[in-house]
C-alpha cells in the first residue's frame, strides 16, 4: 500500500479545504498531531507547486522537524511576531467551536501559536465532534517541581466543581513520565463530561503547578470537519 493510501480520507479533506485557505505571503501557525501532519505535506506540496512565499511557526518540535524536512521554512514565533492564521488539529469540537486539545502533549505551544493568530482553523475527523467536551480526557501541562501536590489541588478544585472521584492519571511515554517540549509532565483528566467548560478553565488557572490546561475556549473560529468520500463540512 502506498503512503498516499493509507491517509485517512477524512483528515485529508480537512488538510485540503484548510492549505486551500492559505495566500502568498502568509505568516502560518502549523499545528500538530497526525492532521496537521497531514496538512503541513498538503502545504508543503501547495508550496513547491506553487512557489508560495510563507512564514511558518510550529506548534512543536515534531512539526517543525517535519516541516523543515518537506522544504518548508520555520521560523521561531517571536521572529514572526504575529501571525495570519493557524491550522491544528483537535480531540474535541463542541458545537460552540470550544476544543479540547493536548492528546499529543502539544496544547501549551498550540494554545500560545493560536493566541497570537487573527484566525485558527480546526481540521478534524467527524469523530472529533461532540454535544459536550470531556469524553476525551484533558490534558493538563504541569510543572515537574510540585506535581504531586499540583495533583491533590487539581483533585479538590474538581471536587469543588462536582466533578470529584474522577482519575487524574500521569500520562506516560513507554514506562516513563513523558516530558513535555517545555520540559513539563502532563495529567489527564478522565471527567466524561464537562458540563461548564468556563468554570472548569477558571478553576484550572487559579492552580499554581498548572502551565496550561487543554480547553480552548473561544480560540476557534471555523472547524472543518473532512469526510470519508472527501467532502467537509464546515462549522
Ligand atoms: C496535539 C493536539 C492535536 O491537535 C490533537 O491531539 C489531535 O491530534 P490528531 O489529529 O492526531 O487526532 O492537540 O497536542
Known amino acids: 500500500m502506498s503512503q498516499a493510501s ?10 485540503r479545504a484548510a492549505v486551500a485557505l492559505v495566500q502568498d505571503g502568509m505568516r502560518l501557525g502549523l499545528g500538530t498531531g497526525s492532521t496537521a501532519s497531514v ?17 511558518c511557526a510550529a506548534t512543536s518540535k515534531a512539526t517543525a522537524g517535519l516541516a523543515e524536512s518537506l522544504g518548508l521554512t520555520v521560523e521561531s ?5 504575529w501571525l ?5 488539529g483537535a480531540d474535541e469540537v463542541d458545537p460552540q467551536l470550544h476544543l479540547i486539545k493536548g492528546g499529543g502533549a502539544a496544547h501549551l505551544r498550540e494554545k500560545i501559536v493560536a493566541a497570537a493568530s487573527d484566525r485558527m482553523v480546526v481540521i478534524a475527523d467527524p469523530g472529533k465532534v461532540v454535544e459536550t467536551l470531556g469524553a476525551f480526557p484533558l490534558p493538563v501541562e504541569v510543572l515537574q517541581f510540585g506535581f504531586e501536590t499540583t495533583r491533590k489541588l487539581i483533585r479538590r478544585a474538581l471536587d469543588g466543581l462536582d466533578l ?3 482519575d487524574v492519571l500521569q500520562r506516560l511515554a513507554g514506562s516513563d513520565a513523558l516530558v513535555t517540549d517545555e520540559g513539563n509532565f502532563i495529567l489527564d483528566l478522565h471527567l466524561g463530561e464537562i458540563p461548564d467548560p468556563a468554570a472548569l478553565s477558571r478553576a484550572l488557572q487559579g492552580i499554581p503547578g498548572i502551565v496550561e490546561h487543554g ?3 473561544g ?3 471555523l472547524a472543518i470537519i473532512g469526510r470519508e468520500d472527501g467532502s467537509v463540512v464546515e462549522l
Do not use: N, S, W, Y
Not at 505535506?41 to 510563507?54: H, K, N, Q, W, Y
Not at 514565533?77 to 511576531?81: H, Q, T
Open 215 to 217: 480547553l480552548f475556549l
Open 219 to 221: 480560540m476557534c473560529d
Open 164 to 166: 470529584g472521584e474522577r
Open 84 to 88: 495570519d492564521m493557524t491550522i491544528d
Open 77 to 81: 514565533l517571536d521572529a514572526i511576531g
Open 39 to 55: 496538512m503541513v505535506r498538503e502545504l508543503a506540496a501547495r508550496v513547491a507547486a506553487e512557489g508560495l512565499t510563507l512564514r
Open 6 to 15: 493509507q491517509i485517512d480520507p477524512a483528515k485529508l479533506a480537512a488538510a
